[in-house]
């Protein structure tokens, strides 16, 4: 099944490439979040949605390259699935399309500002910034070590019979540490640009008042408490070390309080012997971010 999926994706992404780069200038002031996958952009986006001029729903990969389902996206977006075909029918590129379903969105969630965060948007950065000038770009960074101990043992996402499934995928340390390599390369590219933030994992959950202060100066707008405030379900996600590798488990969770206990992780969760290939591989860019031993 995942074989079929993958073809059916790159068959799809060839046959799109020519409407996702078609020339396009919107005056729309979105704000785009990215980076390496675990390194809290799911925890930005539910504080970020606590905004009231800003909704950032769940994470719908609108920007980067893919086989567009309308199913899936009605259910993460609330929007029905043949509003969805119709937008995207007559939309001339993705980028008008991405315009389309941001004015629907806020609308339906009474909202004037529009953020999207999928992790794999820093990859991309690089297109946002072409087609969306005004957009403001947040590249979330955490320390690579705690985003290979939490990569390693996070299921991923497939949209299955009509529902969300997840399962447990094996993964090389070795390869998750490339991962964040490439992922923080390509938001670093955009270092010293006005429309481009770092925001730090670290200090969000250590300094949040100080660290969204300053997030609301860039995004130009008005700081407002209500987005340091945590919901009501304090759940905590369950425990993804018990399942076997490709099994499905329960969703992880996407609410809750901030923590900072998952700081430094890493020096309980990786074994000592394989610390070494592990620095060897992300070690310049750790002390490049300022990250240390």
Known sequence: MRLVEKVLNRTARVRQHRWRMERYQSPEAHIVVGGSPRSGTTLFRRILDRHPAICCG?????????????????????????????????????????????????????????????????????????????????????????????????????????????????????????????????????????NYHELRYEDLVTRPEDTLRRLCDFLGEPFDARILEDEDDRAPAPDQSLAAAGTPVPAPSDRGPVFTHSIGRWRRDIPPEGLPEILRICGDRLAQLGYVA
């Not at 939309?91 to 629907?104: G, L, Y």
């Not at 072409?130 to 990569?151: K, Q």
């Open 58 to 194: 769940p994470e719908m990969g609108l920007y980067i390259p893919t086989r567009f389902r309308f199913e899936p996206l009605a259910a993460l977006s609330g929007l029905p699935a043949a509003e969805l075909r119709e937008m995207f029918r007559h939309s001339a590129s993705q980028a008008a399309f991405i315009d389309s379903f941001a004015a629907r969105y806020r609308t339906l969630r009474e909202k004037p500002r529009w953020a999207e965060k999928t992790p794999l948007n820093v990859r991309h950065f690089g297109w946002v910034r072409e087609r969306f000038p005004e957009a403001r770009l947040v590249h979330v960074i955490r320390d690579g070590r705690d985003v290979i101990c939490s990569a390693a043992g996070h299921p991923d996402r497939r949209w299955v019979d009509g529902q969300w499934v997840w399962a447990l995928q094996p993964r090389r340390l070795q390869d998750l540490a490339r991962t964040w390599v490439a992922d923080t390369s390509a938001g670093l590219r955009l270092r010293g640009e006005a």
